[in-house]
């Protein structure tokens, strides 16, 4: 098993910053894939970030390329997403996800943070 625990959330207002941070603990060994969902109140779940094993490929959902960037340290087990220029409409609950499997992007990741609230004020 592997467990995920997100820090870093908080209320910031629009034009600011806000870096998440994920760590991982368990059978690291065995992620491939990270990355970061999100859920805002009443809406599905949605896949913001992914970053692949050696880092050397990510994927952004339209709406946060330019504004957000993923980093991660394998030695650390440690996943961050700086967030730039944060919108009303990133307000969420952020969740950081990681997978045994090839790089993806898709929800059908093995296992999950329990959340960290975003909240943006206009």
């Known amino acids: 098993q592997v467990q995920l625990v997100e820090s870093g959330g908080g209320l910031v207002q629009a034009g600011g910053s806000l870096r998440l941070s994920c760590a991982a603990s368990?059978?690291?060994?065995?992620?491939?894939?990270m990355g970061w969902f999100r859920q805002a109140s009443g809406k599905e779940r949605e896949f913001v970030v992914g970053i692949s094993r050696n880092g050397g490929r990510t994927r952004y959902v339209d709406s946060v390329k330019g504004r957000f960037t993923i980093s991660r340290d394998n030695a650390k087990n440690t996943v961050d997403l700086q967030m730039n220029s944060l919108k009303p409409e990133d307000t969420a609950v952020y969740y950081c996800?990681?997978?045994?499997?090839?790089?993806?992007?898709?929800?059908?990741?093995?296992?999950w943070g329990q959340g960290t609230q975003v909240t943006v004020s206009s």
């Open positions: 996800a990681a997978d045994r499997g090839p790089f993806t992007t898709t929800g059908l990741y093995d296992y």
């Open positions: 368990g059978r690291t060994w065995s992620i491939n894939t």
